[in-house]
């Protein structure tokens, strides 16, 4: 029988340091940057901030995350129902949101933000 519970902690720990390191690598950080992002959120139970990297795609103001594996992970679920706040750090900037996840027939999990408007530059 094969092991069904959440992914163990060191491993996902590592997996996503590698993730961030390769992300912000000199080498490998522009080709990777525009697929995969930073989410920060707040957990709704805990009250702690996260962070995790994870792939997106992007169209206008709408960033949307395909989760893998999803029910070997919890994060997602902070965003299920009316969804919850987020940040991503997307174009080497931080940019909010509001992320809420959808669950398929097949048990997918897609989650989609709607980017907050960027301050308008102020001009001297």
């Known amino acids: 029988m094969r092991y069904k519970g959440p992914l163990p902690k060191r491993f996902t720990d590592r997996f996503n340091a590698w993730m961030v390191g390769l992300r912000s690598s000199p080498r490998w950080g522009r080709r990777v940057s525009g697929r ?3 989410v920060t959120y707040t957990g709704r139970r805990s009250g702690r901030t996260f962070s995790t990297p994870v792939a997106y795609q992007r ?7 395909a989760v893998a594996m999803p029910e070997r992970k919890l994060w997602w679920r902070n965003f299920t ?9 997307l174009d080497g900037s931080g940019r909010t949101g509001h992320a809420v996840a959808d669950v398929d027939g097949k048990g997918r999990v897609t989650i989609s933000v709607r980017l ?8 001297r």
């Not at 129902?81 to 750090?89: A, H, K, Q, V, Y």
């Not at 907050?116 to 001009?123: F, G, Q, R, T, Y």
């Open 36 to 38: 995969l992002t930073v």
């Open 59 to 65: 169209a206008a103001d709408v960033v949307t995350i």
């Open 81 to 89: 129902g009316e969804g919850w706040p987020i940040s991503l750090d």
């Open 116 to 123: 907050d408007h960027p301050p308008a530059a102020s001009s």
